[in-house]
Structures are given as structure tokens and as C-alpha cells.
């Protein structure tokens, strides 16, 4: 009986430390499985999904920071992010894009003190302003590191605010520069660059969706904003129109910055991105170096059209009226685009369609621009010309994540924006010389529409080469010709 109880006693322990063993077992292969999963997401951010898009969680990747919140994320919140991120992009960008309308006024209204300085110094104001809009993305950066997200577009607002009632005040050229061109684009800078990265930590199954439709704030800032500035000018002046334009962008900045925040973890804590100022092994990712070179180039095709089709507007006989209204079917268009390629890039991936709206954009030009000599041809050309240049501001951020991976975001998308800076400064003067050269060449007047030829060529050219080089960065990330990249 005794021996009985002791070998039933010896066959329990042994059980026991099987059952133990089993368990051990387990756990290391469902921490490696864990491990190999985490990597894979940092690898690759298409690989994230989760049951709740607004309740998404990024992987727990090294070099972020985080901090306790007894909030829980939502799907209020997330979407309260896109639409912060959404009147961002209409304050600065949306504002940018009227700047043809802006500049128009300040050539031709009787109330404007620069009715003497050339066209193409009033370019060099309204480009420099469109290209400081990107140059400041990594020292907002470094201000998110040390402040968070909402400091930055903070102090972004208030330039952009000063800079426009400042501008409404100038009287020489210099203080117009200063104000009008380079603070209002520091401003914009420092108010969208820190924003516009945030849907994508909100969102992995519709990212691209969630970006297009939070960068689609530009065209519907520049729908709304280029008739009302119009109208003003009309009525009131160049002068007042900046300085109510300036009052307008402080209701709107003032709801940007309480929307505007980092995503927050299922348990609460905070999520934010890791910074740098200047992450220099970025560039030597797979792919990213040709990135920059397309996000360089393509530059110059989309703010020649925004600063100029007012101007050419005027050489078909259209009135600063109809220009404007150009300016806004564009927009719609751009709209349009951004959210139809958004849509288009979670189905089908955000590298392929971007190669084809890009094209596309630059193929209108040649065709649609070039022949285009009444206010419904030039309509027609500037909505579709806005639909295929909306592609880039949708898909820019999902196409970075898709080449350096969701850790270095933050710095990539920064960098993506400073390519963008030196093409909007130079790209009225280029064009302004591109009439000039061809008014003489040709022996017609600069306000002769056959004096824009080669600026539309030029116009077209700047975006159908970039595209084939993103169709290089495409293959480099999966050369399989049927693929969603």
C-alpha cells in the first residue's frame, strides 16, 4: 500500500515538471513568434493590422517615447486628428495655393504700392513663400522632441498670422519679402510639417485614405480662400484682404492646435515618433535617394502652374474674376485626387499609384495646357491637372513608410518636405524667363499666350521624368511587375 502511494506520488511530480516543461516550451516559441512579428512590422508597415482602425497600435519599436495618459484611444480621436491635420493643411498650404490670386492683386489693384516692381521680383516673393513653406520640417522636429506636436503648429499659426498682417503694412519690396514670403512660410512650415505625419499612426488599413483625406484640406482651403480674396480685393483692396485673410487663419489655427496630438496606446500611455534633426542613414536606405530626387523635381511642375495659370488666365482675355474661379476648379480637383488616390493606394499600393497620377499630371500639361485658349478649356485642363498633382500630397507619407519603415517616419516625411523647398522659390523666375525668352525668340508680346509655350513644355517635362523615376523606386522595392508596392 505504502510503496503503491510513492510510485503514485513520483508518477504526480513527474507529470508535473512535463506539464512545466510543455508550458516553458510554449511560451519561448510564442516570444520568438512575437519577436520575428515586431520586426516585421518595423521592416514593413503594410504588414500592420488590427480589428479597429481608430484603435490601431504601432508596434512597440525602439526609439519611441512614451508617456503615461489615463486616456483611451478612440475612434473620435482619431478622427479629430485627421480633421486638426485637415485645417492644417488648409491654413498654410490652402493659402499657398492662392498665392496666384494673391500675387495677381498685388500687380494690378490700384490700392497696391507694387504696381512698379517687375513680375518677376512679385514671383520671387510668392515662391519664396511656397518654398520656406517646406525648409523648416526638421527644426519643427527638433521642437517636437522637446515640446511635442502642438508647440510647433502653436508658433506656426501665430507667424503665419503676423506675417499676413505685416505684409498689409509693407511699402517697399524688401518688407514684403521678409514678411509676405519668408516668415508666412516659416509659419506654414512649423504648422503642417509636424502634422501632417499623424494620421499614419492612427491608421494602418486605410493610412492612405486617412492622409489623403486630412492633405485635402489644401484644395479645400484654396476653393473656399481664392473667390473670398478675390471678392475683398474687389471691394476693399489688396491691403485688407491680406489683413482679414490674417484673421481668418487665427480662428482656424486656434481649433488646429487643440485637435492636433500624438496617438495613444490601448492602455493609455502616448505614442510619439522617434526625431531627429537631420537622420542621415535615411538616405542611405533602399530606394529613399532616388525618393528624394522624384520629390525634388516634381516640385517644379506643380508650383509653376499654381503661381501662373492666373497670369496666363489674362492673356486668353479672361477677366482676375475668372482666373480666381480657375484656381478653384483646380482645387476641386486637386481634392478630388488627393482622396481618390488615397483610396486607390491602400487597394492597389501607394508607389504604383502615385507613378501614374504623377504622369498623368505632367501628360496633361502637353496635351490640355498647351492648345487651352478659353475659360472651359482652361477649366477643364486646371481640374485635371489638379487631380493628377493631388497624388503626391496624398500618397507622400504612405509611400515613405513603405521605403524607410514606420521608425523613422518622422525624419524621412521632414527631409520628403525640404526636397521641396528650393523648386517654388526659383519656379516663378524660371518661368518668368522661360516668357521672356520665348516672347523674344518668337517676336510676340509676354502677354501673348504663345509666349507660355515652352514654360507648359517645361511644365510637363518636370513631372513625367520623376515619374518614370519612381517607377525605378517601385521595382527596387518588389520586382514583380503585378504587385501591390
Same mark, same amino acid.
Given at each position: ?56 497600435? $504601432? ?12 486616456? !483611451? ?36 489693384? $490700384? ?34 522632441? !522637446? ?59 486605410? !493610412? ?77 536606405? !533602399?530606394? @529613399? ?12 511642375? @506643380?508650383?509653376? $502652374? ?5 497670369? @496666363? ?69 486646371a481640374f485635371f491637372w489638379g487631380l493628377g498633382a493631388g497624388g503626391y500630397w496624398a500618397l507622400t507619407v504612405p509611400c515613405t513608410a513603405r521605403i524607410v519603415g514606420l521608425p523613422r517616419l518622422g525624419s524621412a516625411v521632414s527631409i520628403n518636405f525640404l526636397m521641396n523647398f528650393i523648386p517654388p522659390i526659383f519656379a516663378s523666375s524660371i518661368g518668368t524667363g522661360f516668357i521672356n525668352h520665348t516672347s523674344k525668340m518668337l517676336g510676340v508680346s509676354t502677354h501673348d499666350p ?12 518636370? @513631372? ?14 518588389? $520586382? ?6
Amino acid at each position: 500500500m505504502s510503496s503503491n502511494v510513492t510510485l503514485a506520488s513520483n508518477h504526480s511530480r513527474e507529470d508535473l515538471e512535463k506539464v512545466k516543461m510543455a508550458e516553458q516550451s510554449s511560451a519561448a516559441q510564442s516570444s520568438h513568434g512575437e519577436e520575428e512579428l515586431d520586426r516585421d512590422h518595423i521592416q514593413d508597415p503594410n504588414l500592420i493590422t488590427e480589428e479597429d482602425e481608430g484603435n490601431s497600435e $504601432p508596434a512597440n519599436i525602439e526609439g519611441e517615447k512614451v508617456a503615461k495618459s489615463g486616456k !483611451r484611444t478612440s475612434n473620435w480621436e482619431a478622427s479629430g486628428v485627421v480633421l486638426g491635420t485637415f485645417l492644417a493643411n488648409f491654413i498654410s498650404v490652402g493659402t499657398a495655393n492662392t498665392l496666384g490670386v494673391i500675387l495677381h492683386g498685388e500687380e494690378y489693384d $490700384p490700392s497696391s504700392p507694387f504696381l512698379d516692381v517687375s513680375l518677376f521680383k512679385m514671383g520671387f516673393v510668392a515662391g519664396t513663400a511656397v518654398g520656406f513653406s517646406f525648409c523648416i520640417g526638421p527644426f519643427s522636429n527638433f521642437l517636437i522632441t !522637446r515640446f511635442g506636436v502642438r508647440a510647433p503648429v502653436a508658433l506656426g499659426v501665430f507667424l503665419m498670422v503676423f506675417a499676413l498682417e505685416m505684409a498689409s503694412l509693407s511699402h517697399q519690396f524688401w518688407q514684403l519679402l521678409l514678411s509676405q514670403g519668408i516668415l508666412w512660410g516659416i509659419g506654414s512650415s512649423m504648422c503642417f510639417v509636424p502634422a501632417i505625419g499623424l494620421p499614419s499612426q492612427w491608421f494602418s488599413k486605410r !493610412r492612405g485614405i486617412a492622409t489623403g483625406i486630412a492633405s485635402s484640406g489644401a484644395p479645400v482651403g484654396a476653393m473656399i480662400l481664392s473667390p473670398v480674396f478675390q471678392t475683398v480685393i474687389d471691394k476693399l483692396g489688396v491691403r485688407w484682404a491680406l489683413r482679414i485673410l490674417g484673421f481668418i487663419l487665427l480662428g482656424l489655427g486656434i481649433i488646429t492646435v487643440l485637435l492636433v496630438h500624438p496617438k495613444r496606446r490601448k492602455d493609455g500611455s502616448i505614442l510619439v515618433s522617434r526625431y531627429k534633426v537631420f537622420d542621415t542613414e535615411i538616405v542611405l536606405t !533602399r530606394g @529613399y535617394a532616388i525618393y528624394m530626387a522624384f520629390a525634388f523635381l516634381q516640385t517644379f511642375g @506643380y508650383a509653376t $502652374p499654381i503661381l501662373t495659370l492666373p497670369n @496666363y488666365a489674362s492673356t486668353i482675355g479672361l477677366t482676375a474674376k475668372q482666373g480666381a474661379n480657375v484656381i478653384v476648379i483646380l482645387n476641386a480637383g486637386n481634392f478630388i485626387g488627393r482622396v481618390s488616390a488615397g483610396q486607390l493606394g491602400d487597394r492597389l499600393g501607394a508607389l504604383n499609384i502615385l507613378s501614374v497620377y504623377t504622369f498623368f499630371a505632367g501628360f496633361v500639361c502637353v496635351v490640355g495646357w498647351y492648345f487651352t485658349r478659353t475659360f472651359a478649356g482652361l477649366s477643364a485642363f486646371a481640374f485635371f491637372w489638379g487631380l493628377g498633382a493631388g497624388g503626391y500630397w496624398a500618397l507622400t507619407v504612405p509611400c515613405t513608410a513603405r521605403i524607410v519603415g514606420l521608425p523613422r517616419l518622422g525624419s524621412a516625411v521632414s527631409i520628403n518636405f525640404l526636397m521641396n523647398f528650393i523648386p517654388p522659390i526659383f519656379a516663378s523666375s524660371i518661368g518668368t524667363g522661360f516668357i521672356n525668352h520665348t516672347s523674344k525668340m518668337l517676336g510676340v508680346s509676354t502677354h501673348d499666350p504663345i509666349a507660355f509655350r515652352y514654360l507648359i513644355v517645361w511644365s510637363g517635362l518636370v @513631372y513625367m521624368v520623376p515619374a518614370l523615376m519612381l517607377v525605378v523606386v517601385r521595382f527596387m522595392m518588389d $520586382p514583380k511587375l503585378i504587385k501591390k508596392v
